[in-house]
């Protein structure tokens, strides 16, 4: 059926090193989610004075508040993403590709530690 010198899935020592790496990138990600959080609502007890004249101030305030609310939504999305990598590790599922059921270069997962594609799938997605 298949080759046996073709290693398929990482080992538990390997899975338990990728899980260290994305415990440590989940901690750092809500730390940052926090600040970003934190920061939205700072700016929202300061922009209740009403304050004549001030509407380039408010444009630059409330496109300030935009980039911080996408900035957080990217970070709320990462965070998931590393939270179903964890689930793949326990699940022992990590690390194959959703595409083309091979596994994924260590490197790359070292690199981008949620992906679920190996580089072959996502060229072929990129073209």
């Known amino acids: ?6 290693k398929t899935k990482y080992n538990d020592i390997e ?12 901690k750092a990600a809500r730390e940052e ?10 700016n929202n007890a300061n922009g209740a004075d009403d304050t004549a004249g001030k509407t380039l ?5 409330a496109l300030e508040k935009e ?13 998931e993403q590393l939270e179903a990598a964890i689930r793949r590790i326990e699940n022992k ?6 595409e083309t059921g091979k596994l994924i ?4 997962l070292l690199a ?12 072929k997605q990129a073209s």
């Open 112 to 123: 981008v530690p949620h992906t679920t594609l190996s580089m072959e799938a996502k060229l």
């Open 1 to 6: 059926m298949q080759n046996e010198t073709i």
């Open 105 to 108: 270069q260590k490197e790359r």
């Open 93 to 98: 599922t990590y690390g194959i590709c959703r």
């Open 15 to 26: 899975l338990s090193e990728f899980r260290e790496l994305i415990i440590g990138k989940i």
């Open 67 to 79: 980039s911080v609310n996408q900035l957080a939504a990217r970070q709320k999305k990462f965070i």
């Open 57 to 61: 101030e408010d444009g630059s305030a």
């Open 33 to 42: 989610l926090l600040t970003l959080t934190s920061s939205l609502m700072d």
